[in-house]
C-alpha cells in the first residue's frame, strides 16, 4: 500500500516537473487544445441554442384551426366539435364566428383597417373552431381524424415549418458532431507531438529506466500526467473565453433577438456546468490519449 503511494506520489510529482520543465512546448499544447476547445464551444452553445429554439417554437405551433364550410347546419357543427373532443390530448375548442373573425383581422390591421370597412355585408371569412393541443405530437392524429369531414373546409396546422425546423436541428446537431469529432481527432495530433518532443529528449533517460527493469506504466505515467495537466489547463483557458464571451455576446444580442423573433438564447449559467464538465472531459482525455499514442513507440523498442 506505502509503496503504491509512492508510486502514484512520484508519478505526480514528475507530472508537475515535466510540465515545468517543458512550459515552452506546454503553451503550444494549450494554446491548441483551448483553441479547439473554443471552437467546439461555439458549437455546442449553437447546438444548445437550436435545440432550444426548436423545442420553444413547437410549443407555439400546438394550435390547429378548423375552417368550416358556410352552408354548414347546427347538426354538422355539433358532430365536427364531437369529433375533436374525441381525439386525444385536446386542451381547448373554441368556436371563432365570422363577425369575431373579422374582428379580429382588423385587430390586426391596426390603423389600416378602415380598408375593411364594408365587409360586414359580405363577410368572406368563415366560421372555425380553434383547438389546442396538450403537445405537438396529438396534432397529427386530430388533423387525419378532421380532414375531409363533411363541413370541414379546410385544416390550418403548420406542419412544413415544424418539419424543416427539425430537419434543420438534425442537420447542425450531426453536422456539429463530426466537426467536433475531427477537431477532437486534430488536438489529439497536436498534444501526441508535444509529448513526443518531450519523450524523444528524454530518451536515454527512458532506455536506462527500462535496462533497470522498470515497468511500461511505470514510465509512461508521469508523461500521460503531464498529457492530463496540459489539456485541463488547456479546458480551463477555454472554459473562461467561452463562457465570458458568450456572456457578453448574450447581452447585447438576446433583446434583439427577441425583438425581432419573439426567441430568447440559452442563459449562460443554463450552459455553464456542461461546459465545464465536457470541455474537462475532452481536455483531460486528449491529453491521457495523446501521451499514450505518442509513447507507444519508444516503449516498444
Same mark, same amino acid.
Given at each position: 500500500?506505502?509503496?503504491?503511494?509512492?508510486?502514484?506520489?512520484?508519478?505526480?510529482?514528475?507530472?508537475?516537473?515535466?510540465?515545468?520543465?517543458?512550459?515552452?512546448?506546454?503553451?503550444?499544447?494549450?494554446?491548441?487544445?483551448?483553441?479547439?476547445?473554443?471552437?467546439? =464551444? !461555439? $458549437?455546442? %452553445?449553437? *447546438? /444548445?441554442?437550436?435545440?432550444?429554439?426548436?423545442?420553444?417554437?413547437? #410549443?407555439?405551433?400546438?394550435?390547429?384551426?378548423?375552417?368550416?364550410?358556410?352552408?354548414?347546419?347546427?347538426?354538422?357543427?355539433?358532430?365536427?366539435?364531437?369529433?375533436?373532443?374525441?381525439?386525444?390530448?385536446?386542451?381547448?375548442?373554441?368556436?371563432?364566428?365570422?363577425?369575431?373573425?373579422?374582428?379580429?383581422?382588423?385587430?390586426?390591421?391596426?390603423?389600416?383597417?378602415?380598408?375593411?370597412?364594408?365587409?360586414?355585408?359580405?363577410?368572406?371569412?368563415?366560421?372555425?373552431?380553434?383547438?389546442?393541443?396538450?403537445?405537438?405530437?396529438?396534432?397529427?392524429?386530430?388533423?387525419?381524424?378532421?380532414?375531409?369531414?363533411?363541413?370541414?373546409?379546410?385544416?390550418?396546422?403548420?406542419?412544413?415549418?415544424?418539419?424543416?425546423?427539425?430537419?434543420?436541428?438534425?442537420?447542425?446537431?450531426?453536422? =456539429? !458532431? $463530426?466537426? %467536433?469529432? *475531427? /477537431?477532437?481527432?486534430?488536438?489529439?495530433?497536436?498534444?501526441?507531438? #508535444?509529448?513526443?518532443?518531450?519523450?524523444?529528449?528524454?530518451?536515454?533517460?527512458?532506455?536506462?529506466?527500462?535496462?533497470?527493469?522498470?515497468?511500461?506504466?511505470?514510465?509512461?505515467?508521469?508523461?500521460?500526467?503531464?498529457?492530463?495537466?496540459?489539456?485541463?489547463?488547456?479546458?480551463?483557458?477555454?472554459?473562461?473565453?467561452?463562457?465570458?464571451?458568450?456572456?457578453?455576446?448574450?447581452?447585447?444580442?438576446?433583446?434583439?433577438?427577441?425583438?425581432?423573433?419573439?426567441?430568447?438564447?440559452?442563459?449562460?449559467?443554463?450552459?455553464?456546468?456542461?461546459?465545464?464538465?465536457?470541455?474537462?472531459?475532452?481536455?483531460?482525455?486528449?491529453?491521457?490519449?495523446?501521451?499514450?499514442?505518442?509513447?507507444?513507440?519508444?516503449?516498444?523498442?
Amino acid at each position: 500500500m506505502n509503496l503504491k503511494f509512492r508510486i502514484i506520489n512520484n508519478i505526480f510529482k514528475q507530472g508537475f516537473q515535466g510540465m515545468w520543465r517543458n512550459r515552452g512546448m506546454g503553451v503550444a499544447s494549450v494554446t491548441s487544445i483551448s483553441a479547439v476547445l473554443m471552437i467546439l =464551444g !461555439i $458549437i455546442l %452553445i449553437m *447546438i /444548445l441554442s437550436i435545440n432550444n429554439f426548436v423545442a420553444d417554437t413547437t #410549443t407555439k405551433f400546438d394550435e390547429i384551426t378548423v375552417f368550416l364550410e358556410d352552408d354548414i347546419d347546427d347538426g354538422t357543427m355539433t358532430k365536427i366539435e364531437d369529433k375533436i373532443k374525441g381525439n386525444e390530448g385536446i386542451v381547448s375548442i373554441i368556436f371563432e364566428s365570422k363577425d369575431q373573425a373579422l374582428d379580429k383581422f382588423k385587430q390586426d390591421w391596426g390603423d389600416e383597417a378602415y380598408l375593411l370597412d364594408g365587409l360586414e355585408r359580405n363577410n368572406p371569412l368563415p366560421n372555425s373552431y380553434v383547438v389546442k393541443v396538450e403537445e405537438i405530437v396529438y396534432a397529427e392524429n386530430l388533423v387525419s381524424s378532421l380532414t375531409g369531414l363533411d363541413g370541414v373546409e379546410k385544416v390550418k396546422y403548420d406542419k412544413d415549418v415544424i418539419d424543416k425546423l427539425m430537419l434543420v436541428a438534425d442537420y447542425i446537431r450531426v453536422g =456539429g !458532431i $463530426i466537426v %467536433i469529432a *475531427i /477537431l477532437v481527432f486534430v488536438s489529439i495530433f497536436l498534444i501526441s507531438n #508535444t509529448i513526443k518532443l518531450t519523450v524523444t529528449s528524454r530518451r536515454r533517460e527512458i532506455n536506462i529506466m527500462k535496462y533497470v527493469g522498470a515497468t511500461n506504466n511505470y514510465i509512461r505515467g508521469p508523461f500521460v500526467m503531464e498529457g492530463i495537466l496540459f489539456g485541463l489547463l488547456g479546458a480551463i483557458v477555454s472554459i473562461v473565453i467561452v463562457y465570458y464571451g458568450y456572456e457578453y455576446f448574450f447581452d447585447v444580442v438576446n433583446e434583439r433577438l427577441y425583438s425581432l423573433f419573439s426567441v430568447f438564447l440559452l442563459a449562460p449559467t443554463m450552459i455553464f456546468t456542461d461546459i465545464v464538465i465536457i470541455f474537462s472531459a475532452i481536455g483531460i482525455g486528449i491529453g491521457a490519449l495523446g501521451s499514450i499514442v505518442s509513447m507507444k513507440r519508444f516503449l516498444n523498442v
